[in-house]
């Protein structure tokens, strides 16, 4: 059958503005979203530019706007939106548009990396593992599954709104949590410091975005409030 | 541009980034990847990675050295199967004590899952060895390492595309990087180069790889004179999710899944009496389409994979990510249903040839290619010979990226650097001009379509020299098209049209090498199955192929511990 896509288009090298451009492509009800566009690459256009990399929803390159939706190129499949007359294709919002479905995520990394997302430590490594109870692992396990996709935080309308954009993001505080939730971390303190104010866990306005939009089915919102909850009974008790 | 580093390392997978955690407080190191960080295919790893830490049950070394040899059908150097195997339990410790979550047992030890090949008492009986996090373990060993990467100021080129290696007086001095997001050339100057660039599983139709597995590293270091050892074996996981390719981690035979025919027949019970479904990959794929052959297949070419009897919570707990592709691709619930496999393209266990220590090999007497070094999948030191097991490339990863960066920290306060010239850069600039002004009547897609189903025809789990030959003209006839491919999209910002074409090009002189390798070792060995020499031969063939540019040669396989036998599961 063919497949009507709407798909926009910018290159700051040469285009004032965006604009949209309409392709038609070959395509079978089981074909991905991520087939479609390579076809439209190789069989009419191949100024245009997407990232991909793995293809089956593991590495996260592929994060964009289908039908005003964030979700991954490759995990969407054509009849997945079988009622539409069309699709359209954009960028995913928040971040900067570099050329077409390409957006900078250089800032994306910048807030990932300002949770301190890694393991702190102060008592020595044993000389084997550090011992962790199933239950234990269980309550993190869910924010193992991150990808850093970034649908998350380029959905959250508190990301979206210039008046709050400095929201380090949904996917920053999976990271967070992930570890502030890891029995084996005594990073409590530092973690806190960072995540207990407006642009952190604070910034959160549960939209509930995140967690519709997460293609690994994380529950972004709910691990966002376990942090808060966390953060106000720090000032009750102890923490590592 | 113009930039001078230490330590160069191209590749962002498991071993580029352990490679730069082992060096970076002694050396300024760079990382160049052309995708953006933790995108590499190392991500996709699922099952988890081989220690014989005996959690779950008793583990030595020496088994897992067996198993490992064994699995190579006795052609990986049993020096390097040594040092992996011995050094596994701490590469997994550390991990752990870097964060990495894995999964745990009752005890709150690292929990372990039976794999493919991996066994008790030397073949007795399937032995839990793979230490895993869920299905993800590449990845979040991947994100670990990266933000490992991060804490100790590893700088990073990104979206950059490597077209050359520098030489200046027959050594490694740098490279030459296309960036993607703006068309800029830069010179990236070093005293040490580490090719850690992943496999070209992209050459074939069906693969399990990544979009960027394309062998890029390989061909650029074939490209400057230096050997590829063992290209003909080729890994076809048996498990592939069809139609599509993507990888179903051995791990669900693992926790117990079960290969069935169209008969509702257990068939692995007649080709690996002792393991069944947990044999080494090789035998497992064969097995598939041996099935299919004789008509106990699905129409189109499948066999069932049935985890129906491990019950959702299992499922669902340890194969999270399988269960979320099967049911997102092809609407199937692999909790009540068998999910349709075939064998698909996964792994290269050839590559460039190095030392235990990542050092690259030139020629078959062991002389050092100066300045450049070369680990994980794009290297050959080999430990995995003819035939991988599985879980056993992230310890390879890990092990070896490791000892490069330790030998690349001991090796650069000797290195003078040659202050290198323009020249390199001007090239550069030459072949992108020359790509994108020549006209022609040829498109990239046609041309690498062809290519991948000619490897499937020719060149995937059962080969013979008639198809061999097809494949060698064939490749010939695609390599004087691609002269006449013309680049339609001329801009500078994120143009993949045109790094695509540079990756056909490696993709066409691979091809070649592995066809030309498989074409002269005439004998059936792991991955390797040549109907018309359906046996292993020893005699002649217990030893390693070097493709030079200008011909063929050999070198002895490294035998210490296990003579070779028969190899039987």
Known sequence: MIIKFRIFRYNPDKDVEPYYQNYEVEASPKDRILDCLNRIRAENDPTLSFRMSCGHGVCGSDGMRINGTSALACQKLVKDFEKNEELLIEPLQVFRVRKDLVVDMDPFFERYYSVKPYLITKTPAPDKERLQSIEEHREFEYAIRCILCACCTASCPVNQNKATETYIGPAALVRAFRYFFDSRDEGSKERIAVLDSKDGAWGCQTKWMCTKVCPKEIPVTKQIFEIKKRILESSKGDLK | MSFKHDIVIVGSGLA?????????????????????????????????????????????WEWHMFDTVKGSDYLADQDAVEIMVKDAPRVIYELEHMGVPFSRNAEGKIAQRNFGGHTSEYGKKPVKRACYASDRTGRVVLDTLYDQCLRHNVKFYQEHYVLSLVFEKGKCSGLVAYDLSSGELNLIEAKAVLLATGGCGRIFKTTSNGFASTGDGLNLAHKAGIPLMDMEFIQFHPTGLYPLGILVSEAARGEGGILRNSLGERFMERYAPTVKDLAARDVVSRAILTEVREGRGFEGGYVHLDLT???????????????????????????????????????????????SDGRVLQDESGTIAKGLYAAGECACVSVHGANRLGCNSLLDTLVFGRRCGLAMKKDIPEIEPDPVLDEPLKKGKEMIASLLY?????KIDGIRGNMQVMMMDYCS??????????????????????????????????????????????????AEVILLSALYRKESRGAHFREDFPARDDKNFLKHTLVFREGLRYKPATITRFKPEARVY
């Open chain 2, 16 to 60: 580029g980034l352990r490679a730069a955690v082992e060096c970076v407080e002694e050396a300024h190191v760079a990382i160049v990847s052309k995708v953006l960080p933790t995108r590499s295919h190392s991500g996709a790893a699922q099952g988890g990675i081989t220690a014989s830490i005996g959690n779950e049950e008793e583990d030595h």
């Open chain 2, 309 to 355: 009897h491990l019950g959702e919570e299992k499922i669902l707990e340890r194969l999270w990510e399988i269960t979320s592709f099967v049911r997102i691709y092809l609407g199937i619930d692999p909790v009540h249903e068998p999910v349709p496999v075939y064998p698909t393209c996964h792994y290269l266990m050839g590559g460039i040839p190095t030392d």
């Open chain 2, 438 to 442: 020549r006209k022609g009547s040829e």
């Open chain 2, 461 to 510: 789990v059962f080969r013979d020299e008639k198809g061999l030959n097809k494949g060698i003209e064939s490749i010939r006839s695609l390599k004087t098209r691609f002269s006449d491919v013309e680049i339609v999209n001329k801009g500078r910002n994120f143009n993949y049209e045109l790094m695509e074409a540079v990756e056909l090009g490696h993709q066409l002189d691979l």
